[in-house]
């Protein structure tokens, strides 16, 4: 947008200092000289200035002939100038105020002062922009600096009133003659003083945008702008600070871009600033009233007319915050600064009506919150943009980007089901093709297998010229490798060879049918295909795997030492498939009875890799071999020296395991005193550090347990302040923390058992963990609390051994709390675990049983005690306590009969005889009259 | 509520400082107030006045003929107000006892000297302080005559709030403003405050999740947090960055949360926008402070640079595009 400076802007200057007069209706020809003159000057004076111009002229031309007149022609010299200014003749005011100014003797100086001002303005108005120049700086030469404010000379020399605004016209006349570098410096100059300061700004930005001078623009950008309230123009300097953004933008100048961008309020806030200052404008305006101070309401007035102006200009520009926002957003975009881009697209589209430009705005957020990895966000800016935009082409895209980022977040089977829809609803869109691909993909992360490869064999069918398509046929044959359908797997993957012989998946295709050989124990075949592998797909990512796969089919032929040669070919560099060689190996080389290189591999591997998690297997490997040389001692020597040397690095956590080889190697009593001995002294020795002091005492202990509870306890309690809850073996600490709860600490307890699910979230001892803290909040009476944890339990240890013991707490704790629906539920998962013990099933059945006799629903109930006497018959107690209840329960139906007949069996059992229901339920039975008679049996029978 | 028609009497100096009352009839009185209660103003005026010697009357008004009050220009107040500096709490607190009882008086200053006075009190940081100053912008904010003093009272009184250690209230408070209020001021001051809120969350999550980014049970959460946090603070430099000192805190918040997440790149790039859009703010000097602090392969990163030069290029193409994942699967099934 380009700043214009209006000539019309002039006109209104010299307009606003003045009234136009209405022409007098005199007839001018009938008057003499003297009374042109004297009508003319009272016209003047009552400032009706057709009037006194047209007697004055017609003084001129109908006596200016004569001797007599030339003393008043002369002296109406000044007048006249003036009426033509007042008139907007500026045409005729230039020779007009030329010819005043050359009168002799002079004019007074405050009328020239005034002519010369207007002499400017007048040759201005005509784009005489040069000439308009020089006679305004006459003008200005004729003040001291500092005129304007000097309340002196304002009194004593009117036109110095015009100073300002002359100094305005000085430097609109250098912009309009293409100066812009002087106009810059002069408004810079301007802005020094106190007149249309500014304006002074705006010029002199619109000139250095002009120059082009972007780093001045800027800089004045940055040192105005907190005054920018002052400028009346505010929209026009924001529009040019715009215009200098944008040119930042073009120039690859990002962030002087932003610096520009974020300065530029948004149309409804200018438009209100600006409505505001024009009420308080309006407000002084009015309290001036009849004010004879005329300038300083003319000056309001003008303003207020700029200010109403601009806003008009402004109001009907609807695009105004999008463009901008839309440019804020580009520079982030450019820098890959996707949270910055986001907020301000999302903004945008918040605030905006729905059309092209915001459209846009949406999907790139969508886009931004996916590069940022934020799947919430991302899932939310999808679904708002297909709310918002339906029809646009971007539907699927945004869609897809969702349904990606719920993949990324590992929820593959939300995934796949969003991917599913994409494709349903947007068959021909790529993003819909891509999404059926995506489908089958997240299926097989989900497991579920079938599906997948369903999803891949349609892909194939649907889009066989895709790029994906030989994606899709290899994911198709891994799908059946994943569902143990080797033999489809092989076939799909020779399919695969044949279809795509120079395709991406060569390789692991035939790797894929070398393994799935193996996993028919073909070996011969699978050992074929493995060789085949490798010669063929050297520095696959799968090579290594191969290899352990390869000598393991040779193994399995019996081919032992072509089997050690393969694994001896994994590099250390691969530690996982080293580590995994390396054992196979051991295996192998106890086979071959190759004890000595049996122990070198396991000494090389504890050289090599001290850290290992396989560490304590290989030093009991080495133990294990100097048991069969005889040398039991060298195999205690070997673990202590790996004790010594790793155990004060607590991440190396095999050292835990080492202690349990020794003790087994200490079994015999003097071997484990001494043992307790070295593990005293350990514990002591001063070269140890806190990790190494603490796995003593934790080892220690551990000798104790089984025949010295109490002291295994004590020993552990008096380690806990050697923990190091962020660093140490989450098993280790728990023992402790299991101590002091033991020992009734449960204080300490719960802030070691807290700390140590702080630092391993993870860690497989959660289950247990967690359990002990609901126990303790429940112990505390926090039943709420304890609640909590329980279903932080359910949530994240669905397999753990603990899960049903847990889960019983919690339903009595729920039954406790008048939850029954919630506590059913609890028992339900109680009973559906495989690794539930019996007793604990007999219990949840009759929790079942008795929250529905609770409830007045005893036909529900009995089903409960039924399966439980019926299926858990060993666990007697239960039995009894089912079979009363049972009875009871069909007396409320009421079913006198069946209770007759459950109490009658509850008595006759055997193995029940001494348990209180029984005799409860003899009672019963008794009081309804015995157990009922069996029917007679059939004739004949 | 305080009654603030008290008789209040000034001093008698000689008639410098002038007011004018504006009265519902439209004339207007000008000189000095001597005394005001609920019913009366009392002011003294110039009958004449003859080189050094003034005659001078007193004359009664009726309050509830007054349409509104000017008071004198006074540069010095002028500059107090601009200031609202601690050292001008005591001065301040004088012309609060002079105006407050034109608090609902149209054209009165007694609502900006309120409020100046209630940000200088903040700024003592005494929690005695901002409980007085939150007494008296909440006056402010409830009887102000102009609505603007009203609005401005509702940013400082959250201000406020934090300060005098009601934290959580003004959190609530501010929420409500932000969904309620269009104004720049008050929506900038109730994001900064949420945004504060928030990173206090975030850090408390911290604390007792320090390995959140093993525990796929708490991985959401911990990235909810660090994105609100981030995008309160962002907010007023990206919106209202002409409010200088707020759009420099906000970018400092973003950093120090950059920061504790470990996200040099982006608390690289975010100093440098402070430093460079804000560089009179003490915050920008805590920016270069944090740049200067940087191994110099940190202090490498360029966003800016990388961008230009992909410019000068090509057109950049900032949409992520899907690929195709050619990768196995995460998890492995056991032959």
Redesign the interface.
Known sequence: MGMKVRPHAIAAICLSIGLCAQAAGTDLSSLTANELYDHARLAFTQRDHAAALEAYRKLAADFGQSPAVQEAIQKSKHPVAICCVRLGKFDEAIPAIEEALALQPPLDQGSREELQFWLGCALFQQERHPEARSALEVFLAGFPAGAEDNAFLVRTRPAVRHIADARLLVGNALILEGRHAPAAEWFGQMRGGSGHRGKAVLYQLHALLQIPDHAAALALVQEEYPRMAEIPQIASFQMLTLELGNRFLEAGELRKAALCFQRVWTRDRLLRHQDERAATLQKQIEALGDSPDVFRKGLLERTLGEIQRESENLRPIKGFDAALRFRLAMVYLHMQRYREASLVLENLVASLPSDVTTELAGINVVRCRRALEDSPGTVRAADQFAEKFPASKFVPEARFLAAESLQASLRPAEAATAFARIREDHPASEFGVRAAFNEGFCQLLAEQNSRAGTAFEEFRKNHPQHPLAESALYWRGMAFSMDKDHERAIETMRQLLKKHPDGTHMGQAVFRIAYSKMQQEKYGEAADAFHEYLERFPGEAENNEARIHFANALMNDGYMEDGLEVLRAVPPGDERYYAEATFRSAEALKLLEDLDAYRNLMQDFVKRFPKSPRVAEAIANLGWYHRQKEEPAKAREIAWEAIRSLGNDPAIRSVEELFPFLARLSSAPEDLARHREDLESLAENPASKRPLRLRARWALAATWKKSDPARFREILREAVPLADVSADNPAVLLDLAQADLDGGDSVRAERLLRDTLRWNPRTLVKDRILAHLARIEMDKGNERAALDLFERFERENLGSALFAPTMMAKARLLLHRGKVADARRALEQVLEQNTTPGEMKAEALYLMGESHLDKGEPAKAIPYFQRLYVMHGRWKPWVAKAYLRSGEAFEKMPDPLSARRTYAECVNHPDLADFPETLAARQHLDRLGGPPQKPASAPGG | MKSFLSILLLSTAPLGATEILTLKNGEQRTGDIVSVDDRTVRLRVILTSSGAAQATATVSLNRADLANIRFAPDAALEDRLQRASPNDAPALEQDWEKARLWLEMPESPAGSIALALGNAWLRTGKKADARRALDLVSLVEKSSWRPGDRTRAREVRLRAMVASGRAADAVDEATKLAEETED?EILIEANLIRAQASERQLRTFLQ?????M?????I?ER??LH?RT??LY??P???H??D?AR?ARGLWGAIEVHRLAGDWP?AV?TA??LA??YPSTPEAALANDFLASLPPDMRALD??A???Q???SSS?Q???T?E???EK???K?K?
């Open positions: 720049p007792e999740n320090p390995r959140w093993e525990d796929e049970f708490v959401d990235h909810r994105a981030l995008d962002l907010y430099a990206l919106f960055g002409t200088l759009a982006n790039e440098r926008d460079q859009f966003a800016e990388a961008a230009r992909e410019l000068a950049p900032p949409t992520p899907p195709s994942p050619t699967p995460k998890k099934k032959p």
